[in-house]
């Protein structure tokens, strides 16, 4: 059983940055694509970001690409999320998912585990 525990969100005014940063821990970290998800307020949650197992691959949703960064350090078991160019749209619980990811890791249901969710909120 996998655990995934995000931490990072909070307050940032429009135009700046943030890293988001899931620690994962039961399980070996490496045989998993990882992926981050958002969910705002009366909204689906929707796929933001993935990694491959070994970094090779990532792959962005349309509305963060060239603005979304993630990364993994398979070393301390945790994948990130480089915030830039925040928008208000950006608002939402930023949701990490661990999984044995057949496909291209954008659809919620290839993930096994999902961490609580961290808060974000950017301002105008």
């Known amino acids: 059983q996998v655990q995934l525990v995000e931490s990072g969100g909070g307050l940032v005014q429009a135009g700046g940055s943030l890293r988001l940063s899931c620690a994962a821990s039961?399980?070996?970290?490496?045989?998993?694509?990882m992926g981050w998800f958002r969910q705002a307020p009366a909204k689906e949650r929707e796929f933001v970001a993935v990694?491959?197992?070994?970094?090779?691959?990532?792959y962005y949703a349309d509305s963060v690409k060239g603005r979304f960064t993630i990364s993994r350090d398979n070393t301390k078991n945790t994948v990130y999320l480089q915030m830039n160019s925040l928008k208000p749209d950006d608002t939402a619980v930023y949701y990490c998912?661990?999984?044995?990811?057949?496909?291209?890791?954008?659809?919620?249901?290839?993930?096994?585990?999902w961490g609580q969710g961290t808060q974000f909120t950017v301002s105008s």
């Open positions: 039961g399980g070996t970290f490496t045989i998993y694509t």
């Open positions: 990694i491959s197992r070994r970094s090779e691959v990532t």
């Open positions: 998912a661990a999984g044995k990811v057949v496909g291209t890791g954008t659809i919620r249901s290839s993930y096994d585990y």
